[in-house]
């Protein structure tokens, strides 16, 4: 069987079909965000997609390169190296995309996208609060919690 090369992305559950090494893309919400200080600069994202979890491996030099987008974003498309060992999968991470602008596309329980409310002209972005927003509308580092900033820093 082949699989989707990158840019398309694979699900966590297709993620046992490539070989080790392959090149692949996967994408999700981020769940979980670890930078322990025994890792030498070493950020350990994992991505949750609907069908499982991702964990992604991502060098110090190339979370310097990405930095915002891996400690602000809701939901990320990792471009990498596929590892297996033991049993455990990760993405040893080459490229790294925010596509978090993606989720306010998702429409709502009530046909609109998420986010908007009814009788606001569409492609205008809700600006108010809400679940993981802060005063200004945004999302970021700022709204996570306090050991997640601090981990990252």
Do not use: Y
């Not at 998420?114 to 993981?132: A, K, W």
């Amino acid at each position: 069987m082949t699989w989707p090369r990158p840019p398309a992305a694979l699900t966590a559950a297709q993620l046992s079909l490539p070989p080790v090494g392959a090149r692949v893309t996967v994408a999700g919400l981020v769940i979980l965000r670890q930078r322990p200080g025994t890792a030498k600069g070493v950020v350990f994202v994992t991505l949750e997609d609907e069908t499982g979890v991702v964990n992604v491996i991502i060098w110090q030099k190339l979370f310097e390169q990405f930095r915002r987008a891996v400690i602000a974003s809701r939901a990320l498309r990792v471009t990498g190296r596929l590892q297996r060992d033991h049993g455990v999968t990760h993405v040893l991470a080459e490229g790294i995309e925010d596509i978090s602008g993606m989720l306010d596309l998702l429409p709502g329980l009530d046909g609109q996208p998420e986010g908007q409310p009814e009788g606001q002209p569409e492609g205008q972005p809700n600006r108010g609060t809400g679940p993981g927003r802060g005063p200004t509308g945004g999302a970021g580092a700022a709204n996570a919690p306090l050991s997640s900033r601090a981990a990252l820093r």
